[in-house]
């Protein structure tokens, strides 16, 4: 199934929540925030029915929704609205004439640093023929028209697909690695631990956060499925003054581990889609890393012990703690304290040793072709702001060469990544964890964007 079969519900959604809402309603997505204020702005100028709509953009997708809940605002206020196509903005001023609209509004939409962003102006398409061969058109209706409102994970998904080859990315490399992020979740805590993986087995990864005080699991929209308070749980008698602990999604069956530094010991939780539930099945008695690779935590600290226990019951050890870990078969990837990290090929192979790494790294493949990436974030202890940087895995240490993509994320300290297949598609989605200035946590979704 392709994403556009997968997102046309979503289409059809947004169109028949067109109506107006109230401006604290959390419920209201993007686009329909985004629709609500550039309607307002039309009718400002005030436009004269009937009113042509022209949109251009990245993703076809985000044009049709957001042209569909704006055309059905300004049906309500009586002005007549029609989208036209058109090759370029400046042919549609011809084409809204010819069916007869009396204005013309021409708005580029598109997701830009977290933000569902519209800009374009409005003009009148009646021209008076009688002023001699220079055409004149009326001076009002016409104005510029810029919006924007925060993404969240509709819009994103919605600008994800869609987009035409002939767009530049902003930022890219060989690959044309092009990621677009928006705000999935907001959490009364930090983020303590983060992971992915397929828990009811739909075969979509669903994103687990652990936080000081339990374990939710989100769906690629960020809804919540269930959630498991660790209150039960007794307390560690070495807890870390950071929220710190380990999360991994196991297979055969689908099980989640998580454990917090915060308690003496952690818990396998199955989730139980049906009752919206996590329901533990077992206690643990060592930290789990990944699905099969566990390891130990440093009394009191941040970090994981320098041994690591692979699946196989053989023990990797390390120069030195780590605080982060990713697994990719056949790679594996440890990142320490100093901003140095570990990157063994396979099993057994010696480690390249990088630099310049934050906390939040990971390993996926983001773009399909089957060769994994690396991605990291700053090794700033307060980067200002923090920033998600993809390169390229060809040998050697890949951060002394130009990342693939790079891009600033949103205000907080960015300890936590992961990949998520959230489409059922070959390309891996980004979540990053952010520790906010505030004390709250955030999930910050990115998607791949053609290029």
Same mark, same amino acid.
Do not use: C
């Given at each position: ?91 549609? +001023? ?33 021209? *008076? ?82 936080? +000081?005080? *339990? ?26 003054? +950071? ?150 895995? *060809? ?25 998520? *297949? ?19 946590? +955030? ?9």
């Amino acid at each position: 199934m392709s994403r556009a079969q997968v997102l046309a519900p979503l289409l059809l959604a947004l169109t028949a929540h067109a109506a107006p809402r109230s401006s604290t309603d959390e419920t209201v997505s993007a686009v329909e925030r985004l629709s609500r204020e550039l309607a307002s702005d039309v009718r400002a100028l005030p436009a004269e029915a009937p009113v042509a709509l022209y949109f251009s953009g990245g993703s076809a997708e985000l044009r049709r929704a957001v042209g569909s809940v704006l055309a059905a605002r300004l049906a309500a206020e009586g002005l007549a609205p029609s989208v036209v196509d058109a090759p370029s903005a400046e042919a549609a +001023e011809g084409v809204a004439r010819a069916q007869g609209a009396r204005t013309l509004v021409r708005l580029t939409v598109d997701v830009e640093a977290g933000a569902l962003r519209a800009r374009g102006d409005a003009l009148g398409t009646w021209v *008076n023929f009688w002023s001699g061969r220079a055409l004149t058109r009326p001076a009002r209706p016409s104005g510029a028209l810029v919006e924007s409102v925060e993404a969240d994970a509709e819009a994103l998904a919605l600008a994800s697909v869609g987009t035409p080859t002939t767009t530049t990315p902003p930022t890219g490399g060989p690959r044309g690695i092009r990621l677009l992020g928006a705000t999935l979740v907001r959490l009364e805590q930090p983020v303590a631990a983060l992971a992915a993986g397929d828990l009811d087995g739909d075969g979509r990864d669903e994103i687990a956060v652990l936080t +000081e005080e *339990n374990v939710s699991v989100f769906t690629a929209d960020g809804q919540l499925l269930a959630r498991r308070e660790l209150g039960s749980l007794p307390f560690s008698n070495a807890t870390t003054r +950071e929220p710190f602990g380990a999360l991994a999604v196991l297979s055969g069956p689908p099980r989640l581990a998580a454990w917090s530094t915060r308690r003496a010991q952690g818990e396998v939780l199955v989730l139980d889609k049906g009752r919206s539930t996590l329901r533990p099945v077992g206690t643990l008695d060592s930290a789990p890393l990944g699905p099969v690779e566990r390891g130990g935590f440093v009394p009191g600290q941040t970090a994981f012990q320098a041994e690591v226990r692979l699946g196989d019951g053989k023990p990797v050890t390390l120069l030195s703690p780590f605080t982060t870990a990713s697994f990719a078969s056949p790679r594996m990837l440890f990142v320490h304290a100093d901003g140095t990290g570990s990157l063994y090929p396979r099993v057994g192979a010696t480690p390249t040793r990088l630099s310049g790494l934050g906390a939040g790294s990971a390993l996926g493949d983001l773009d399909g072709d089957g060769t994994t990436e690396l991605l990291t974030t700053s090794a700033l202890l307060q980067p200002s702001p923090d920033v998600l940087r993809v390169h390229a895995l *060809n040998g050697g240490d890949p951060t002394v060469h130009e990342p693939l993509w790079q891009g600033p994320l949103p205000t907080g300290r960015a300890l936590f990544v992961v990949t998520a *297949n959230l489409d059922g598609d070959t390309r891996r989605e980004v979540v990053v964890g952010l520790s906010k200035p505030d004390g709250t946590g +955030e999930l910050f979704l990115l998607r791949q964007g053609a290029p």
